[in-house]
């Protein structure tokens, strides 16, 4: 599967965004899909996952409440809709996909990447 991510831009502190994460090949509903951020400097962090098969959605702990994972396999995407953007939110979001049953935080584990779409967050 190729997956290409895009959606993101500079925005203000309190502004929100929705990334898109498209994919070719394979139904997404085959993988487990994850949402990825790194920030400069830090290392790549699990930012909120997806297993059909498992029936669940997993966010980072930080970020439940502000960021919401929605699906539309009609058009094979996925989405990350982003609220209430901070400015430590500043970073490129990745998906990534995995043939697993369930979500798992280490990216690590996920074999397909998209490119990344760069978020910045002013404040």
């Known amino acids: 599967v190729q997956l290409q991510a895009s959606g993101g831009g500079l925005v203000q502190a309190g502004d929100s965004l929705r990334l898109s994460c498209a994919a070719s090949?394979?139904?997404?509903?085959?993988?487990?899909m994850g949402w990825f951020r790194q920030a400069p400097g830090k290392e790549r962090e699990f930012v909120a996952g997806?297993?059909?098969?498992?029936?669940?959605?997993n966010y980072a702990d930080s970020l439940k409440g502000r960021f919401t994972f929605s699906t539309d396999n009609a058009k094979n995407t996925v989405y990350l809709q982003m609220n209430s953007l901070k400015p430590e939110d500043t970073a490129v979001y990745y998906c990534?996909?995995?043939?697993?049953?369930?979500?798992?935080?280490?990216?690590?584990?996920?074999?397909?990447w998209g490119h990344g779409t760069l978020v910045t967050v002013s404040s």
């Open positions: 990534a996909a995995d043939r697993r049953f369930s979500v798992v935080t280490g990216p690590s584990f996920y074999d397909h």
């Open positions: 090949g394979p139904p997404l509903n085959r993988y487990v």
């Open positions: 997806i297993s059909w098969s498992g029936g669940s959605i």
